[in-house]
């Protein structure tokens, strides 16, 4: 999946989806005005990102109200986009990514198939306008920067709970044997 642009991603698609939704956002949205496949990769990456936080044990050491704000995001970009309540997370960003590429490749055609009603109202030529025209996002801009700074937290803090060590940073081991203390190396 295209979360993020080709060589802007770490490999991890959970903390690219979260950052890059984070940069996109940030200022309420502003940049995406005017930019509609910026504005499908965003609201696809607020999506998945939403998501990650529910099914990903990985990010369980996110706080329970970080997880509210991104809910609340989610609802506020569906709205925004006229996306239905009800549709899966799987569907909207797939439709959106979708969105995005052909949007990218000049063809606003495929752009408009991408976006079906009832999955998105009204759909077609109307929905990548929209897109075009997404307006300020508060909500995004806030719970997106939120779960940007959880994430640096956790990172300095090293404390991802069942986290590989490459996954904050450390290189923290156990060693086994007489005291079975932790160091640091070999």
Same mark, same amino acid.
């Not at 369980?60 to 239905?84: F, K, N, S």
């Given at each position: 999946m295209d979360l993020v642009q080709a060589g802007q991603g770490r490999g991890d698609q959970g903390r690219d989806a979260i950052t890059a939704a984070a940069a996109a956002f940030a200022d309420r949205g502003r940049g995406l005005a005017g930019q509609p496949e910026a504005a499908a990769r965003a609201v696809a990456q607020l999506e998945f990102a939403t998501e990650e936080l529910r099914r990903n044990p990985r990010f369980a050491p996110i706080p329970d109200g970080v997880r509210r704000e991104m809910l609340l995001a989610r609802t506020e970009a569906r709205d925004a986009l006229g996306i239905a309540e009800a549709a899966p997370s799987e569907q909207v960003v797939g439709a959106l990514l979708a969105a995005a590429r052909a949007l990218r490749a000049g063809a606003p055609a495929a752009a408009a198939r991408a976006l079906p009603a009832p999955l998105f109202r009204p759909g077609g030529e109307r929905s990548v306008a929209r897109l =075009?025209? &997404?307006?300020?996002?508060? !909500? #995004? +801009?806030? #719970? *997106? =920067? %939120?779960? @940007?700074? !959880? %994430?640096?937290? %956790? $990172? #300095?803090? +090293? /404390?991802?709970? @069942? =986290? %590989?060590? $490459?996954? *904050? @940073? @450390? /290189?923290? &081991? *156990? *060693?086994f044997g007489l005291g079975g203390n932790q160091g640091l190396g070999y």
């Amino acid at each position: 999946m295209d979360l993020v642009q080709a060589g802007q991603g770490r490999g991890d698609q959970g903390r690219d989806a979260i950052t890059a939704a984070a940069a996109a956002f940030a200022d309420r949205g502003r940049g995406l005005a005017g930019q509609p496949e910026a504005a499908a990769r965003a609201v696809a990456q607020l999506e998945f990102a939403t998501e990650e936080l529910r099914r990903n044990p990985r990010f369980a050491p996110i706080p329970d109200g970080v997880r509210r704000e991104m809910l609340l995001a989610r609802t506020e970009a569906r709205d925004a986009l006229g996306i239905a309540e009800a549709a899966p997370s799987e569907q909207v960003v797939g439709a959106l990514l979708a969105a995005a590429r052909a949007l990218r490749a000049g063809a606003p055609a495929a752009a408009a198939r991408a976006l079906p009603a009832p999955l998105f109202r009204p759909g077609g030529e109307r929905s990548v306008a929209r897109l =075009a025209e &997404i307006g300020p996002l508060p !909500q #995004a +801009s806030i #719970a *997106t =920067a %939120l779960l @940007g700074r !959880q %994430l640096e937290r %956790l $990172d #300095a803090e +090293s /404390s991802w709970v @069942g =986290a %590989l060590p $490459d996954e *904050t @940073g @450390g /290189s923290r &081991i *156990t *060693t086994f044997g007489l005291g079975g203390n932790q160091g640091l190396g070999y």
